[in-house]
């Protein structure tokens, strides 16, 4: 097992830990059993504060976030406890990703498996699990092709933009959330007009909010490895467009990922 150092977990235990979590995730976690779903914690208006692999564990559940967003929305999500019997603890190990099932170790904590052949472990002994810069890049790597939007996209877009559905990462049927009422309507009532594409390019593609030459749209780019990115952009924009990265033109195209 080698370390992902992108990434953190939130344990949350206690009696009501999965009537808090029913109440406050976009999946509905009470029909996850053995599995997991790429669940969401929502702002009012609907946008993504944090995203992140949600699974059960014996004492309770364990929520895989990205590490930059882990403290932010462990004290946000602590604000909303009030009286409920629930703790919510930043874990104090480390995650790890694995290709090959976890053999049984007393420094293991816990794993699930993500299927395609990868497994998350929580460790508590960090000694306990290899580092490897190569790993983490290759991890990464799978996540992109895979279309896994695991860094959330700092609270810039709604559920549905990232494809949360795929995950089973968000549920409108199981009763309210934060942001449910916006995002319910987009689903019932409106049109998803930006949605989620892979792109490639000729040339490394960097984050941030870039200007379409060939329309007037915004393409927002969140997670890169070199010349393949995720991004969120209108549904309208062509298959094929530019956009300027300094005063150079860089050509994207869906990316072909056999």
Not at 65 to 84: K, S
Request: hydrophobic share 45%.
């Amino acid at each position: 097992m080698n370390i992902l150092p992108h990434l953190s977990a939130i344990l949350i235990t206690g009696a009501d830990a999965t009537g808090f979590l029913q109440s406050q995730l976009s999946s509905n976690v009470e029909s996850l059993g053995d599995g997991v779903q790429l669940s969401s914690w929502c702002a009012a208006n609907g946008r993504v504060r944090g995203l992140g692999w949600l699974f059960r564990m014996e004492s309770g559940f364990a929520w895989v976030i990205a590490a930059v967003t882990a403290d932010t929305v462990l004290l946000g999500l602590t604000q909303y406890r009030l009286r409920a019997k629930v703790s919510l603890v930043k874990f104090s190990g480390v995650v790890c990703g694995s290709y090959a099932a976890p053999i049984e170790a007393a420094e293991k904590y816990f794993a699930i498996d993500l299927g395609e052949q990868r497994w998350l472990a929580l460790l508590d002994n960090p000694l306990a699990a290899a580092k490897s810069a190569e790993f983490s890049t290759h991890w990464l790597a799978h996540d992109l092709a895979a279309q896994i939007p695991w860094n959330g996209g700092g609270e810039r877009f709604l559920p549905q933009m990232l494809g949360l559905e795929r995950f089973d990462g968000l549920s409108l049927k199981k009763g309210c959330f934060p942001g449910q009422e916006v995002i319910a309507r987009l689903h019932y009532k409106g049109e998803l007009k930006r949605s989620l594409r892979l792109l490639s390019a000729d040339h490394a593609l960097l984050e941030g909010n870039f200007a379409c030459a060939d329309t007037t749209d915004e393409i927002s780019i969140f997670q890169t490895n070199g010349a393949l990115a995720l991004a969120v952009l209108a549904k309208t924009v062509p298959a094929e467009f530019s956009i300027l990265l300094g005063s150079s033109p860089v050509r994207c195209r869906p990316a072909n990922i056999g």
